[in-house]
């Protein structure tokens, strides 16, 4: 099981901190803050199935057509190490997966999520961001020209127009993915709704906001924080879906706030 998810551990000390990756990156997303906050602790990271360095010949359709596969994953990667009270950092959609493990499990003591959301559909008076025809385009043209795709999508979701290096390096981490296997992650993303459990979730939660986000909008953000019953909310000074990289001083500082606040 780990070795399949290319599974690494740096530092040392309880209670250990699990970085969890989102859709179209992989477990390097995390290499400017991985060093500081290991400084402190057994900091925790892999590649989702299917993402990275994992073993693809490990990959099965049906377990990953949902969240639940991956968060079945990251239920048996705890047991595996035998991780007690962790702390799970998840981003985007891996804030969903690690509150989905957090139902199934009492290995996770608190959450912290970055840019997240439990439903990133329009549905009714609900703000998700997306109408189901932006997704089905967006879909289509991962189907078409991946690459083309990943050279539109990094600019707009990192919006650090003044930081062309940042965008790129964005655009190599989309583009070096696994097509299909992406692809088939996005619709499992994008497709989601899990609203509906954020009430079961009763460990302490941070939830993390870029103060502009093009992925997640600020209403979504509120709403997950809103029915998470023992959530906090904090926008981050910060613009983009991926202040791990763009600032991740500014993330850093927020995660050590919690976790100080929130004591095993």
């Known amino acids: 099981m780990l070795k399949a998810h290319a599974f690494k551990e740096t530092g040392a000390g309880e209670p250990p901190l699990v970085l969890l990756h989102?859709?179209?990156?992989?477990?390097?997303?995390?290499?400017?803050?991985?060093?500081?906050?290991?400084?402190?602790?057994?900091v925790v990271?892999?590649?989702?199935?299917?993402?990275?360095?994992?073993?693809?010949?490990?990959?099965?359709?049906?377990?990953?057509?949902?969240?639940?596969?991956?968060?079945d994953d990251l239920v048996e990667i705890l047991d595996a190490l035998d991780l007690r009270d962790a702390s799970v950092v998840g981003h985007s959609v891996s804030g969903?997966?690690?509150?989905?493990?957090?139902?199934?499990?009492?290995r996770i003591g608190r959450l912290i999520m970055i840019g997240a959301s439990a439903r990133y559909l329009n549905d009714g008076g609900?703000?998700?961001?997306?109408?189901?025809?932006d997704v089905e385009d967006f879909l289509g043209l991962m189907e078409l020209d991946f690459q083309g795709w990943a050279r539109a999508l990094a600019p707009r979701v990192m919006d650090q127009p003044d930081n062309p290096a940042l965008t790129q390096e964005l655009v190599f981490s989309f583009s070096r993915e696994n097509a299909e296997l992406t692809r088939r992650f996005a619709e499992a993303t994008f497709m989601s709704d899990h609203r509906a459990q954020l009430a079961e979730c009763k460990?302490?939660?941070?939830?993390?906001?870029?103060?502009?986000?093009?992925?997640?909008?600020?209403?979504?953000?509120?709403?997950?924080?809103?029915?998470i019953p023992r959530a906090s909310f904090e926008i981050m000074d910060v613009r983009g879906h991926y202040p791990q990289l763009s600032a991740p001083a500014v993330v850093i500082d927020a995660i050590e706030r919690f976790l100080a606040e929130t004591p095993s």
């Open 22 to 42: 989102g859709f179209g990156t992989d477990q390097t997303i995390w290499n400017r803050m991985a060093p500081q906050l290991s400084a402190r602790r057994r």
């Open 45 to 71: 990271l892999y590649d989702h199935m299917g993402s990275g360095a994992s073993d693809f010949a490990h990959y099965d359709p049906e377990r990953y057509r949902g969240l639940e596969g991956y968060a």
């Open 96 to 106: 969903m997966i690690s509150l989905l493990a957090s139902l199934r499990t009492d």
């Open 126 to 133: 609900y703000e998700g961001g997306f109408d189901p025809k």
């Open 203 to 227: 460990i302490p939660t941070a939830v993390l906001q870029a103060k502009a986000d093009v992925v997640v909008p600020l209403p979504a953000a509120r709403f997950l924080a809103d029915h």
